[in-house]
């Protein structure tokens, strides 16, 4: 594809579900490319926020690029500390890195932005909090002061859109009970599913990097 073919599908996906293009942001996922390819095929459309999910290689592309990074990988709690450099956090998937982030947070004087991530399709390799036991990690995340929930994040399993359809929806309708805006979902393979049935924040790889 490339972005701006990513973005067209985009708008073509949240036309069909009677929603506005703009309530849908494209985070590129750029790991795996090097800052010039990230220049030319993402920063030339415009100032996309970028996802990075290691932290070692985040920070020498963050030195070289200025950009809206934001930290999508399964995150340690010793590389909490990394985090104030990311506008958003969409990987929050424990309470112990949320206390790690918290402390992070309080030392910098200022809350981070962060997703919680749920484990929908009950992967066991998969990261998040699984489903019934969302409402109390929620709570407690909530009453930590330094941190700012702004909404849910899924990694989908490989699979079907009979599968992956109400999967997302259900993402949105979690959002919606606690009443967080963000839900970030949808990655090269299912983005326009994820659009159709809700999602704030797509992250795309491949889809925007491949050559057509
Ligand atoms: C790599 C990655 C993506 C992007 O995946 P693509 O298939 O390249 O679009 C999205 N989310 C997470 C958490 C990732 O690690």
Redesign the pocket.
């Known amino acids: 594809m490339s972005l701006p073919g990513v973005l067209e599908r985009i708008a073509q996906a949240a036309q069909r579900a009677g929603r506005s293009p703009h309530e849908v942001r494209l985070v590129a996922?750029t790991?795996g490319h090097p800052v010039e390819e990230i220049r030319e095929k993402v920063l030339a459309y415009g100032d996309f926020p970028l996802?990075e999910?290691r932290v070692q290689e985040a920070l020498p592309k963050m030195e070289a690029l200025q950009a809206e990074w934001h930290f999508?990988?399964p995150l340690q709690t010793n590389k909490a500390r990394f985090m104030p450099r990311f506008a958003l956090v969409?990987?929050l998937d424990s309470l112990r890195l949320a206390q790690a982030l918290n402390r992070v947070g309080e030392k910098e004087g200022r809350p981070l932005r962060v997703l919680v991530e749920v484990n929908l399709g009950r992967e066991p390799q998969k990261h998040g909090f699984l489903e019934e036991d969302l409402p109390e990690a929620l709570a407690r995340i909530r009453d930590l002061p330094f941190l700012r929930v702004e909404g849910l994040m899924t990694?989908a399993p490989i699979a079907p859109e009979a599968v992956l359809r109400p999967l997302f929806a259900r993402l949105s309708l979690l959002a919606d009970r606690y009443r967080l805006r963000e839900r970030s979902m949808g990655?090269?393979?299912d983005?326009e599913l994820a659009v159709e049935e809700g999602a704030t924040l797509v992250?795309?790889?491949?889809?925007?990097f491949a050559v057509d």
């Not at 992250?203 to 925007?208: F, K, L, S, T």
């Open positions: 996922v790991k996802g999910s999508i990988g969409h990987s990694v990655m090269s393979d983005f992250r795309v790889g491949r889809a925007v």
